[in-house]
């Protein structure tokens, strides 16, 4: 399985970008695809993660009202929709797959980041 994530770009606060996560190669039948971003300087935090069904958990409180993760499986393509954005919100961002073993979660198949600047 590949992933590459793709739509980052330079864009005014208050502005909006739509961040596309395709995946390619051997899919799995189903998968759950999670969004994080890594800011320069901090940790890689998690956005959200994106069911097969579509249901959608967000985990980052800042982006919660403002960020839009769904996905279209017949294009195996999950998106993050990013509006009212900050510079807080530059950072490269990062698309995986979420796998849950009995051991724990984990992520694995990382694409290539898109970097996201958010100018004031």
């Known amino acids: 399985v590949q992933l590459q994530a793709s739509g980052g770009g330079l864009v005014p606060a208050g502005g909006s970008l739509r961040l596309s996560c395709v995946a390619s190669?051997?899919?799995?039948?189903?998968?759950?695809i999670a969004w994080f971003r890594q800011r320069t300087g901090k940790e890689r935090e998690i956005v959200g993660t994106?069911?097969?069904?579509?249901?959608?958990?967000y985990s980052l409180n800042s982006s919660k009202g403002r960020f839009i993760i769904s996905r279209d499986n017949a294009k195996n393509t999950a998106y993050l929709q990013m509006s009212a954005l900050i510079p807080d919100d530059t950072a490269v961002y990062y698309c995986a797959v979420e796998r849950v073993r009995p051991q724990g979660v984990s992520y694995d198949y990382w694409g290539r980041g898109t970097l996201v600047t958010v100018s004031s």
């Open positions: 190669g051997r899919t799995p039948d189903s998968y759950t």
């Open positions: 994106i069911r097969p069904s579509s249901e959608v958990r």
